[in-house]
């Protein structure tokens, strides 16, 4: 069981005291991290939690949102497809189809880029 508390705190702050248990193999590499940062677990700990730029979950929720809008491009693109198969629209409108499927490409390029 590891012990974890605040071991600077700012004057009338009160203390924290949490306890939980880490089992095999998460209890091993907190040790090696923490050893391999010169800290102890604690330090280890509250360096990790008060150095996070973001939500760890933020990016596959982003990652989440954006596939299920590619997914309803997908479809409306299909539609459009069909219609086209139809002979509904007219050349002007398929190029600018070309244009705007071109433009998405590189816009989803740039952000998978950006977020590796």
């Given at each position: 069981m590891l012990f974890i508390r605040y071991?600077?705190?700012?004057?009338?702050?009160?203390?924290?005291?949490?306890?939980?248990?880490?089992?095999?193999?998460?209890?091993?590499?907190?040790?090696?991290?923490?050893?391999?940062?010169?800290?102890?677990?604690?330090e280890y700990i509250c360096y990790l939690l008060l150095n996070q730029t973001e939500n760890p979950r933020s990016k596959e929720l982003e990652l989440m949102r954006l596939r299920n809008e590619i997914n309803k491009i997908g479809v409306n693109v299909n539609q459009i497809v069909k219609n086209s198969n139809f002979h509904i629209y007219r050349e002007d409108d398929k190029i600018g189809l070309i244009g705007y499927m071109e433009k998405i490409s590189i816009l989803f390029s740039d952000f998978i880029q950006h977020r590796k």
């Open positions: 071991m600077a705190r700012l004057k009338g702050e009160s203390t924290l005291r949490k306890h939980f248990k880490l089992i095999g193999e998460a209890a091993k590499l907190l040790a090696e991290c923490s050893r391999a940062e010169n800290m102890n677990e604690l």
